[in-house]
Structure formats: C-alpha cells, structure tokens
C-alpha cells in the first residue's frame, strides 16, 4: 500500500544552523506534498506544501524540494530558532476525490540555544 | 487561516458508554474529513476517510461498527465511539480538506479517557 517514510526520526541542531529532514513516497500517482509542524499539546499546523508541477517552493526561513522521479521530497529551515523545536511530518497526497493523506512517522526537532 | 473546531477537548466516561465527538470546519467547506488517533510521541495514524454524502471509509483493523462517523454537512463530521474500552483511551483528532485548495486543516484534538 502507500506509504511515506520520513528521516531522521530525531534532529538536534544549534540556534542559526540549518536543518534538513527528509522524506519518500511509494505512490507516484501522489501530487500534493504538505507539510505539518506539531508543538507539545497541539494541532498539526501546515506550514508549507509543494504540489507537483513545481520543484521548489520557499517562505521566508522554510523552503521545500520536490523530485517526482526519485520520490523524494525534502523540507529545509534556515536560521533555525529555539521556537523551531517541535516534531515536523509531511505528508503526500492525491488533489482529487476523498484520496487520503499519508503521514511520516514525524522528526523530532530540537534547536538549542 | 482556516479554522478547524472539535468538541469537546476532552471528555472522561465509563466504560460500555457512547461519546460523540464533533468536527467543524468553521470557514471554508469540506467534502473530505479525516479522523485520525494519537499515541503520546508517535505520528498520526489514520481511522477513516469521511466523505459528504456518503459512506466513511475505513482502514484496516478499525472497526466500522465501533467508530461510527457521520459527514451530513460540509462544514460537519462527528465521530462516535460506541461502547467505549479502556483501550479506546487516546487522542483523537480530525482534519478538514478545503474542498476548493485542497489544504488539509487540523482540529485541536479530543482526550477521551475511558474509566
């Protein structure tokens, strides 16, 4: 069936590094690639999507890679904050019907100060 | 941004008894809403798919008849835990997709505590 695996599972960086977190999809039919970041005791907030016809996408420290051929999709954040700590999942999906999301297994993000 | 409400946030009841757990999306609509589970420090894990209209779809190993969902309006899901465990103890939490954007908004979740 679909799956996502998403890596590492845990990512420690200090206050100004980058950090890199890396994710595959099975289903090549899948289009849409979001993003979610998770504090402690909250909702999943989505903080970027990349969709298929485009190979990057960037919002001010957070940028997005996109390589349909290898089933890699990647997510980058720069400058990293301490208020950056939280566990990060992407997802990939199909834009049409009642298609489902497949959720990676999230990293965890730590940035020290 | 769009604005995804569950209630209640968190409920505690017997076991053997019912709890309804409400879905709305608050400002957009959505044909599609999915319920998920959430286990302390693990990942999301997918219950069923809901869809306006018609029949939830579930995934392997949930059971249809104890997790009964109802998607009547586009703006409404309700999940209801029939029976209720111990072992149905956890984090539920509900998304809603933009039927027009396609973004996927989550719910503040539910802790259901079985006693």
């Known amino acids: 069936g679909e799956n996502v695996e998403q890596h590492p599972s845990t990512l420690s960086v200090q206050e100004g590094d980058s950090a890199v977190i890396k994710c595959t999809y099975s289903d090549s039919a899948s289009n849409y690639f979001p993003w979610y970041k998770q504090e402690l005791g909250k909702r999943p907030q989505l903080i970027i999507d990349i969709r298929s016809n485009v190979g990057e996408k960037k919002d001010q420290r957070i940028a997005v890679t996109l390589n349909k051929t290898a089933k890699h999709f990647s997510l980058h954040i720069t400058e990293t904050q301490p208020e950056d700590s939280a566990v990060y999942f992407c997802a990939a999906s199909k834009m049409s019907g009642g298609f489902k999301t497949i959720f990676g297994a999230g990293t965890r993000l730590f940035v020290k100060a | 941004g769009a604005v995804v409400s569950q209630h209640p946030s968190w409920v505690i009841c017997k076991s053997g008894t019912s709890v309804k757990i409400e879905c709305r999306s608050l400002?957009?609509?959505?044909?599609?809403m999915f319920w998920y589970r959430q286990f302390p420090k693990q990942s999301l894990m997918l219950m069923a798919t809901s869809n306006e209209g018609s029949k939830a779809t579930y995934e392997q190993g949930v059971e249809k008849d104890k997790f009964l969902i109802n998607h009547a309006s586009l703006t409404l899901s309700t999940l209801t835990v029939t029976s209720a465990h111990p072992e149905d103890s956890s984090f539920y939490i509900c998304?809603?997709?933009?039927?027009?954007?396609?973004?996927?908004?989550f719910g503040p979740g539910t802790r259901l505590t079985v006693t």
């Open positions: 400002d957009f609509q959505a044909t599609t």
């Open positions: 998304s809603a997709r933009d039927t027009l954007s396609y973004e996927q908004y």
